[in-house]
Antibody
Framework: EVQLVQSGAEVKKPGESLKISCRAS????????IAWVRQMPGKGLEWMGI????????NYNPSFQDRVTFSADKSTNTAYLHWSSLQASDSAIYYC?????????????WGQGTLVTVSS | AILLTQSPSSLSASVGDRVTITCRAS??????LAWYQQKPGKPPNLLIY???NVQSGVPSRFSGSGSGAVFTLTISSLQPEDFATYYC?????????FGQGTKVDLK
């Protein structure tokens, strides 16, 4: 059974750094692209970009390019989303998700989401 | 980036109604379009991929059609568990984009 299990909710202050995780199981982690998707409170879905764990190739949405970093650890089947300096506007639910065939395919499995709250 | 515009943004319907949601793209996306259902507090769930292929396990009352720049999601007979928000998603080019969502609620 394919599962993407994300790390728990976080409460941070502006300017702090944060790395959230997404642990995959039930499939060959290196072979499938992982996307990160943002959902701000009461709003729609925003595709932030993707990473290919086999070689850590990435493609960032220009809207997020300078704000976040994707990484992946094949030894632990885990993908990460990192901020070096959070802003209040980063408060949202963040989903990791799997593209089944390539970076140009639909999303077939989603993590449960990680709620990030940034407040002074 | 390709802009996806869904219509309507919200609709009220009754159990048993036929519901159609449209997704219009600002550029040709071929058939590289998917539809998702999202319920409050849950991640989205894939319904349709490649414009018209029904994902395994999804009830047959859900169908998709279209190509190029205009796509539709149809629910043939709305069931109580179908009240939710629906999103289209284009994966033809980077960055992928989503429509703004269509909320289906009870009339």
């Amino acid at each position: 059974e394919v599962q993407l299990v994300q790390s728990g909710a976080e409460v941070k202050k502006p300017g702090e750094s944060l790395k959230i995780s997404c642990r995959a199981s039930g499939y060959t982690f290196p072979s499938y692209w992982i996307a990160w998707v943002r959902q701000m409170p009461g709003k729609g879905l925003e595709w932030m970009g993707i990473i290919y764990p086999r070689d850590s190739e990435t493609n960032y949405n220009p809207s997020f390019q300078d704000r976040v970093t994707f990484s992946a650890d094949k030894s632990t089947n885990t993908a990460y989303l990192h901020w070096s300096s959070l802003q209040a506007s980063d408060s949202a639910i963040y989903y990791c998700a799997r593209h089944p065939w390539s970076g140009y395919s639909q999303i077939d499995f989603w993590g449960q989401g990680t709620l990030v709250t940034v407040s002074s | 980036a390709i802009l996806l515009t869904q219509s309507p943004s919200s609709l009220s319907a009754s159990v048993g109604d036929r519901v159609t949601i449209t997704c219009r793209a600002s550029q040709d996306t071929g058939r590289s379009l998917a539809w998702y259902q999202q319920k409050p507090g849950k991640p989205p769930n894939l319904l349709i991929y490649d414009a018209s292929n029904v994902q395994s396990g999804v009830p047959s009352r859900f169908s998709g059609s279209g190509s190029g720049a205009v796509f539709t999601l149809t629910i043939s007979s709305l069931q109580p568990e179908d009240f939710a928000t629906y999103y289209c998603h284009q994966f033809n080019s980077y960055p992928h984009t989503f429509g703004q969502g269509t909320k289906v609620d009870l009339k």
